[in-house]
């Protein structure tokens, strides 16, 4: 893991974007770049990039046009990537964290994410309005698509969650999903019926909604996709179509033989090469999307023996807002041996499974799972953790990044006006010193970060580093 000057400068760049004034040329040139086509990986060489307003209008190799009257930057030999975007975090907590989730916002633009997807949490009218200050330009954050609250089962796990049994519950919590405005349906299931679970698919797929989340062990993952699941959170539930025996550990579950975590253990115990290669080319069928969240994976796994104490990053989360990070640690010291074990022989199967499913043409969706209650999987730079991670299991860098923002914009259908550096679409870019192609650490190397329009330049954040120290 690359360590770099990053937590000043992106302290100074919270401390930027707080004061930087809107009142800057409308018409921004940056020249000199080389602009990475998400799609190829082919890099144009030398080339300018034109913004007006919060859009790229034209991007051309240099000298070849004027563009009177923007105003120019030089960004010789930079590279230029589409902002990142982060695929499952959460905005959550209560009333009491409502601030300290605020607060987190701007560290996702200065780590160069410039959109997120929020899975799902109690602060929906919150996110409303951030996310209509984020638009005036009042408030400096990313783009947030949301879930809304998630849709469970009686008594649930996470506050604020809608409570499902019956059809008629199910239709009531999709109208008030809807007339809240949300972009998708998450689901859990910790206390959610497969029967209820497999309603809230079919009545969203009825409603045209696009619908991911976890899963209940009790059914066989292949209803959930036919009766139309667009995406699945977590690798726990992809173990389900990897494995020989799925038919005997759902009913083990459904018989109330087996809970969640010893039927993961025998879905592991029974992946099975060839059951996989077959269930994935069905979500590439389906076309299901898959989060692997490995970071988070990574972080939990090792929470038992990792001491964060000292991380530069937790410098950043608010006191309230670390103190949710207390629940997984409790938890991650009552393992034994063999429960420590097991977790790190799952995490090896859940990179492999990565892999496989990016070689089966399965589009995977990087997300990190930041947010409350998820220790040390700090928002911004957590992203940059996943892409490596997907790495580590065997992706290009290419493919890491385009489980970012290139399938993210898909993901919502929205890849015609965001997600990759293309006149006509929203102007969030990334600007890193060296080549994130060469080597995916390097989008931790940011010059500058353009959010929506706005740019964030090296020289105004040397100044608040000098001022800062
Ligand atoms: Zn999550």
Redesign the pocket.
């Given at each position: 893991m690359k360590t770099s000057l990053f937590p000043a400068l992106m302290l100074a760049v919270i401390s930027l974007m707080s004061c930087t004034s809107q009142n800057q040329s409308d018409r921004l040139l940056l020249t000199g770049l080389q602009v990475i086509d998400i799609e190829t990986g082919d890099i144009a060489e030398n080339h300018s990039i034109l913004i007006e307003g919060n859009t790229i209008k034209d991007i051309f190799k240099d000298e070849s046009k004027a563009a009177d009257g923007a105003r120019s930057i030089s960004m010789q030999g930079k590279y230029a990537i589409p902002g990142l975007w982060d695929m499952?975090i959460?905005l959550r907590g209560g009333q009491d964290l409502i601030g300290s989730n605020k607060k987190m916002l701007p560290l996702y633009t200065a780590n160069g994410v410039t959109t997120v997807r929020d899975?799902g949490g109690d602060l929906t009218p919150s996110i409303f309005e951030w996310r209509s200050e984020i638009k005036t330009g009042s408030l400096n954050g990313p783009y947030i698509y949301t879930s809304g609250p998630k849709i469970d089962g009686p008594d649930p796990t996470w506050e604020g969650s809608i409570e499902v049994q019956s059809e008629e519950d199910i239709s009531k919590a999709l109208d008030s999903l809807q007339s809240m405005g949300i972009d998708y349906i998450k689901i859990y299931e910790s206390t959610l019926s497969g029967e209820a679970y497999l309603e809230i698919i079919r009545q969203a797929e009825e409603r045209g909604l696009t619908v991911t989340g976890h899963m209940p062990m009790s059914i066989f993952i292949d209803d959930a996709i036919l009766a139309g699941l667009d995406g699945i959170?977590h690798l726990y539930y992809v173990l389900k179509g990897t494995s020989d025996r799925e038919g005997e550990i759902t009913s083990k579950v459904y018989n109330g033989q087996l809970g969640f975590w010893d039927a993961v253990a025998e879905l592991k115990d029974s992946y099975n090469e060839d059951t996989a290669r077959v269930f994935y080319q069905e979500l590439v069928d389906k076309n299901v999307y898959v989060v692997p969240t490995l970071h988070i994976d990574d972080v939990l796994s090792f929470l038992h023996e990792e001491d964060h104490s000292g991380d530069e990053y937790l410098a950043y989360i608010p006191d309230d807002l670390r103190q949710t990070y207390q629940r997984r640690v409790r938890s991650a010291q009552r393992r034994d041996a063999e429960a420590i074990q097991f977790e790190k022989e799952l995490n090896d199967l859940f990179k492999k499974v990565t892999h496989d499913l990016q070689q089966a043409g399965v589009k995977l969706l990087a997300g990190s799972?930041a947010g409350a209650y998820n220790s040390y999987v700090y928002p911004g730079i957590s992203l940059h953790r996943e892409l490596e991670a997907f790495t580590t299991a065997g992706l290009t860098p290419l493919q890491a990044l385009q489980a970012s923002s290139y399938n993210g914009a898909h993901f919502f259908g929205d890849y015609n006006k965001i997600g990759s550096i293309e006149a006509g679409k929203t102007a969030d870019l990334l600007i890193l010193n060296e080549n994130p192609l060469a080597d995916i650490e390097n989008t931790t190397d940011i010059y500058s970060v353009i959010s929506k329009g706005k740019l964030l330049q090296p020289e105004e954040l040397n100044e608040l580093l000098k001022s800062k120290n």
């Open positions: 499952h959460h899975a959170e799972d």
